[in-house]
């Protein structure tokens, strides 16, 4: 395949050959407003003329946050074109994480969005840095707002020319530990993985559709959805309300869906809050009936024209995929991280071994190092982090290959499977080592639970702290802690001694990340469970009898 336009001069692109085509679609008070690829092209050219009027110092940072919005992606695209370079902020970030990638990355512009607890967010920002508001109801009048900024300005002729290897974007690693990383995303870097989508995922006939409910501060989103859509293309259409997913999934109906775990997880929990397991099981044994159920599900989630479901961020539990599975939906898992471009393994229709994560791309050079890490070299790698030389070089190997810090295996097919993150392999205190990912896997049978964190460090026997999900938690105690402990002893009969499950710790308060147990990505900080729980843990284990504790 010959080389790729860059994004920006493929949405210009795109602009020129289907100016009237719709591009990106966004509710507003319920009310659905359509931009063409050529007003979006536009608005982007416009608020570009407008930043570099700002005379800001060539390559400069400039921060879009808030909830996934039409005007965060022509935010980033008048970035490109301006020759900026785009960093996105979780909107629901510690102040303590925005303040310190405001001062790294060296940010002078924010494109501020619709966004919760906004006050603290803004308190964060350094003083100096220009607030662009966004044409969003309930987002305060800032320095500029977006609306006025275009209207002052002609669109700007032509995009400030950069390199395949000038920096394209900044994407801050959300981080269990320590501060951030600024990863460095090139255009080479985004060109060379659309290049593989396009080879190994390519648009169907019909036209594709992509919803965009993600953080799109994070790589997944970021790459996937907002830069595949411009070569593909896709249209897109935005969430308004977090709540309102389920109802704007029904109205969508995308061609490509992609989700972390918890949420497929929470489809899973809505469906049998509707139709209760036994009714559905009851339901699929009757031929012809199955067949309507099935597509009644579907249809009834938004999932009915959907030809690739994808699941990725961490691993969904292989009971959940194969629960999916029953109801002919397809999960597919795949594999790749910020600093690679998420570019790494995917499993594909008619080539999808549930479990793993999927076949290593043909050219994303994969490979298992002798302590089971899992490494790989390609185009689409970083070539480092922002300003910091030292986590660089620890990044890569003396050979060149990225460090991708989780341990795996590539089985006879050619699959690859992950087996637990190198760092989060624990030692008990009887000397034997537990990786907690497998173990965690398993427990996904049991669907009242929503997150799930196996401790041992320092512990004679692994302990399983878990939350609820929300209708679980409306259900008799006495009742989940019998489902709780048949499970645990289900898995049990799987493991191997030192790796069973000696105690379940319920937690009273869900995990989120305002609480500090979740990553913006919906990642669990493990640290911080074993940090806030190990105490408690520890004093459990005194008490032989006990197998399950509710916090408060």
């Keep these: 395949m010959s080389e790729l336009p860059n994004p920006v001069q493929q949405l210009l692109k795109r602009a020129a050959e289907t100016p009237n085509a719709p591009y990106l679609h966004q509710p507003v008070k319920g009310v659905w407003r359509t931009w063409t690829w050529a007003e979006v092209a536009e608005q982007a050219q416009r608020m570009a003329a407008a930043l570099v009027a700002m005379n800001l110092p060539k390559g400069s940072a400039v921060a879009m946050t808030g909830m996934n919005n039409a005007h965060w992606f022509m935010a980033d695209f008048a970035c490109g074109i301006a020759g900026l370079i785009g960093v996105g902020l979780y909107p629901k970030q510690s102040e303590d994480a925005v303040r310190f990638i405001s001062e790294h990355a ?38 500029h707002h977006w609306d006025e900024l275009v209207a ?46 396009l080879r190994d995922q390519p648009a169907i006939a019909s036209g594709e559709h992509f919803m965009s409910y993600l953080p799109l501060a994070h790589a997944f989103e970021r790459g996937a959805v907002e830069t595949a859509s411009l070569y593909l293309p896709a249209q897109v259409h935005f969430l308004e309300e977090l709540e309102k997913l389920p109802e704007t999934l029904a109205a969508v109906r995308p061609t490509r869906f992609y989700g972390v ?16 397991q036994a009714k559905i099981d009851r339901l699929l044994g009757i031929p ?9 599900i579907r249809k009834g989630l938004g999932l009915d024209r959907s030809w690739l479901r994808v699941s990725g961020a ?33 499993n594909l229709p008619g080539k999808n ?26 185009p689409g790698n970083t070539p480092g982090y922002y300003k ?41 205190l009887k000397g034997k080592y537990v990786s907690p990912a497998p173990v965690e896997g398993k427990f996904g049978i049991n669907t009242h639970v929503e997150q799930m964190c196996l401790v041992g460090a320092g512990l004679f026997q692994p302990m399983l702290v878990l939350s609820l999900n929300a209708d679980a938690r409306k ?44 990553t913006p990505t919906m990642k669990v900080r493990r640290n911080e469970i074993e940090k806030r729980y190990g105490e408690l843990l520890a004093k459990l284990e005194a008490d032989r009898k006990l197998q399950v504790y509710w916090e408060g």
Excluded at 171 to 176: A, C, K, L, N, R
Excluded at 399 to 421: E, V
Excluded at 495 to 516: C, F, M, Q, R, Y
């Design 106 to 143: 060296g940010i002078k512009v924010a494109f501020i969005g619709p966004m919760p607890d906004v006050a603290g967010f803004i308190k964060a920002l350094p003083a100096d840095v220009v607030k662009i508001s966004l044409p969003y109801p309930g987002v305060a009048a800032y320095d």
């Design 152 to 197: 002052k300005h002609a669109p700007l002729p032509k995009p400030v020319e950069r390199g395949p290897d000038d920096i394209w974007s900044l994407i801050y690693t959300s981080g269990t530990t320590g501060n951030p990383k600024g990863v460095i995303i090139t255009a080479k870097n985004l060109t060379f993985t659309v290049a593989g989508m």
């Design 261 to 276: 775990p918890l949420v497929y997880t929470r489809i899973q929990a809505g469906i049998l809050k509707k139709l209760p």
């Design 288 to 296: 012809i009936v199955s067949g309507l159920v099935k597509k009644k």
């Design 314 to 346: 961490a691993p969904l539990p292989k009971p959940v995929m194969d629960w999916f599975g029953k109801l002919g939906i397809e999960l597919f898992q795949g594999y790749g991280m910020t600093e690679n471009s998420i570019y790494a393994s995917l």
């Design 353 to 378: 071994k549930v479990g793993s994560i999927g076949k290593p791309f043909v050219d994303s050079g994969i490979r298992i190092a002798e302590d089971g890490e899992i490494q790989c070299k390609h």
């Design 388 to 428: 910091d030389p030292e986590k660089t070089a620890e990044l890569f190997t003396a050979d060149g290959w990225l460090r991708t810090g989780d341990k795996g295996h590539i089985d006879a097919d050619g699959y690859l499977f992950i087996t637990g993150r190198v760092k989060e392999i624990f030692k008990t």
């Design 475 to 518: 259900l008799p105690k006495a009742e989940l802690e019998a489902g709780l402990v048949s499970t645990m002893k289900a898995v049990n009969e799987t493991l191997e001694p030192h790796e069973e499950i000696a105690k379940i710790v319920v937690t009273k308060d869900t995990w989120t990340i305002d609480n500090g147990l979740m």
